[in-house]
Every structure is written in C-alpha cells, then in structure tokens.
C-alpha cells in the first residue's frame, strides 16, 4: 500500500503563471486533454466539455475503481467539467457562448469535423477574434493522411519511433504507456503559451490557429535520426536496452535478481566506472579508452560488466557505483517510487481532493515556479459535475431552460 504521509496541496483556487487565461477544453482522450491540464497546472481556468451520457472516451479505458475511471482523474485534473452536445443547433449556441469569452479553445476531432458542425475557424474568430485555438490531430490539417483514423501507436510507427525499439533481432516494439499522446499534449501546452505570449505583447493583436500534427510531434523527438540519414545514409535500428550512442550501457542483473540501468556517455564518468569495477586497464586498451573503441568492441566490455553485475546484490553495486560518482539507477517499479526518499523530499507525488474517494494521489505539478508557482487544486471532474455552475450561475440559463436542455439530451 501506498504511504500516508503525501501531502495534500490545499491550494482552493488555480494559481501559477497562466492565472487570468481561460481554455475551453472539447478535446478528447489523452493529448489534448493533457495539453489543457498542463496548462491549468500552470494556473488557467480549464473548462472541459463532454458529451452528454458517455463523456470522454478516457473515463472508458482502464483502469478503474468500483467502476469510476482513475486515468481521467489526472488527465483532466484542474478543470470544471460539463456536458454538451455541439451536434445540434442548441449545443451549438451554448458553445459559442463559451467560446466567445475564452482565451483558449483546445479540440482533437479529425479535419473538416467542426467546419461540418458549423463552427469553421471563420466562425470562431467571427465569434472571438483574440481566440488561440490549437487543433491536435493525428496527421496534421493537410496533406494526403489528414482524415485517416490513429491512436498513439500508429503516429509511433509512423514517425519511425517504433522501429528503434525492440532487440535487434526481434521485431519492432511499443513502450506500455502511448509516449506520442503525451509528447504532443506537451508540444501543445507550449504552443498555447507561445501564441498567448505573441497575442498578448501587443493590445489587440488577433489570436491564431495552431495545427499540431501528433506524428510530428513525436517525429521531432528523435533528433539525429534526419540529419543521421541525410548525412550518412544510416537507418538506425533496434538495439534492445544498449545504448544507441554510447558503451557500457544497458539494463544489469544482479545476483539477487533485481536490475540496475547504466549510463557512461561522458569519458570521465567512464573514468570512474572503470574504477569503481577495479578495470582500470580499460583507461589505456585501445579497444575500450575511448567511446567510439567501446562501441566497436561492445560485446567484448558489455561481457565485464554483466559479470561484475551478476556477483552483487543490487544493493552492493549500488553502494560502490554511488560512492564513485557512476550515473545509475535501479529499475524502480511504481511501488519503489513511492517509497523513494528523493521523490517524497521533492513532493513530487501529493494528495489531491477528489468527489469520489476523498482524495486521490499523483504526479505534482512541473516544472517549479519560483515565483509563480503552480498548484493541483483537484481532480478530474465527473461528468457534468458542473453543469449548474456554468450554466446556470455564469450563463444565467433557469432551473427550467436546463431541464429540459438536458431532457433534450443538449447537456
């Protein structure tokens, strides 16, 4: 079980360095949502929309707790939630009543999806010419894949991700966790504060549309893998746990079955990784004194190392890598996390306010503000949840008008 001892941020209200903007959220599942939850971490009012009924596609993945989603409790932390049907003409109207008073409007449908509903970006800069609307797509709004379908494994085999990851001689693989969903919900969230920053610098200056393509997203990041090909012709490919670009490096059995990650990239932390194992001969053989001679002759040190992992218990090997200045880490499980010394001094997990179980615990806010620091004030909403809030005591609908928008199926 988890430690009780995670402090609850009992901040009341959004605070941070994007205090005073407004994002109206109809994005859906995990990048956009994700691009306007960093952006209330950092202290924007977020208000998310959903479908009446069946909401955000997130609260149907797992995992779940006596049926109510965990995932959505932090992908859409920090915002007020409520429920819209934008199909039909009066969805539609609500919508563009919310969307003429906000700063930001964040959606993920494919291209020409709002245009058919009526809400063109015409239509929304007629609506609200200061508007920063940022749409997040698999392929971006043009070119020949833009209304083709994908989920976070199709940009990752696209952008050439998936085919870095594997053994070099098995076939390609996926990480269990959909890194382009979440690298292009970050790309977003800095696209936002870019475009705020560029409108806001001169009084009335429009706002723009952002067009945020998760393959090129996720594309981007693999920084040499363009100018590699380009200049060498190299099409770099599966390695498994070694290190693309630098030798030792991998993932290490210990005696007592535990693993330790290992990276060596910099000469002088060789240095003291050659010391630390009682190898100091590899400082002058001509197969391993320098990084490029270590990568030819990979198999042959790899070899070493394993064998001096193998003959410690995790503990041990860590002891003597700690004590001579070696970059390593045992491979934590989520469990080791929360009991980490490091993690609980840096409160990097706290315990937020949550309708359904009290209180609920995640990641803290980041980066760290000194002046203006962000907060996680609650959890993701439930559905609806502030439906009267919204509608009701800031758009002034009567207890009347919203009966039966929602027996109409509108809310």
């Known amino acids: 079980m988890a430690s009780n001892n995670i402090p609850i941020d009992k901040s009341p209200v959004p605070s941070g360095p994007l205090s005073g903007v407004s994002v109206l959220d109809i994005a859906t599942v995990i990048a956009g949502p994700l ?4 952006l209330a971490d950092m202290g924007a009012a977020v208000l998310k929309v959903e479908m009446p009924e069946r909401g955000d596609h997130i609260r149907h993945l797992p995992p779940h707790k006596l049926g109510i989603p965990l995932w959505n409790k932090v992908v859409n932390r920090n915002k007020k939630g409520v429920t819209l049907d934008l199909h039909g003409p009066e969805g539609k109207k609500i919508f563009e009543q919310l969307v003429a008073s906000r700063d ?9 999806t709002l245009e058919r509903w009526g809400l063109s970006k015409e239509r929304l800069f ?9 749409r997040i797509t698999g392929f971006g709004q043009t070119g020949p894949y833009r209304n083709r379908p994908g989920f976070a494994r199709i940009f990752e085999a696209l952008a050439g ?3 870095l990851c594997g053994r070099a001689d098995g076939p390609p693989m996926y990480p269990g966790y959909p ?5 292009t919900g970050v790309f977003g969230a800095m696209a936002v504060a870019a475009a705020l920053r560029y409108r806001d610098t001169l009084p009335g200056r429009p706002g723009q549309e952002i067009d945020l393509s998760a393959t090129e997203a996720m594309f981007r990041v693999l920084d ?3 100018i590699e090909y380009d200049q060498l012709g190299v099409v770099r490919g599966r390695s498994g746990n070694l290190n693309a670009y630098s030798a030792p490096s991998d993932v290490y059995p210990t005696s007592d079955g535990q693993w330790i990650s290992l990276a060596v990239s910099a000469p002088t932390v060789f240095a003291r990784l050659a010391q630390a194992m009682g190898h100091t001969e590899w400082l002058v ?14 198999d042959e040190i790899e070899v070493q190392v394993r064998t001096w992992f193998l003959a410690r218990t995790s503990q041990q090997a860590s002891e003597v890598l700690s004590n001579h200045d070696v ?4 491979i934590y499980s989520i469990a080791d996390i929360f009991k980490d010394p490091h993690f609980a001094e840096r409160e990097a997990i706290v315990s937020v306010k949550d309708q359904d179980f009290g209180a609920v615990r995640m990641q803290n806010v980041v980066p760290r503000f000194s002046a203006t620091p962000g907060a996680v004030w609650r959890s993701g909403p439930s559905l609806g949840e502030h439906n009267n809030e919204v509608y009701r005591d800031e758009m002034g609908f009567s207890d009347k008008q919203l009966e039966k928008l929602k027996a109409d199926g509108v809310i």
């Open 35 to 38: 691009a306007s939850t960093l």
């Open 104 to 112: 930001v409007l964040v959606e993920n449908f494919r291209p020409g």
């Open 126 to 134: 007629e609506l609200n010419p200061h508007l920063i609307i940022l």
């Open 161 to 163: 991700f998936a085919h």
């Open 179 to 183: 890194i382009s969903d979440s690298l």
């Open 224 to 226: 040499f893998s363009v």
């Open 285 to 298: 053989d001509e197969r391993f004194k320098s990084n490029t001679a270590r990568l030819a002759h990979r």
């Open 327 to 330: 970059s390593f880490s045992p």
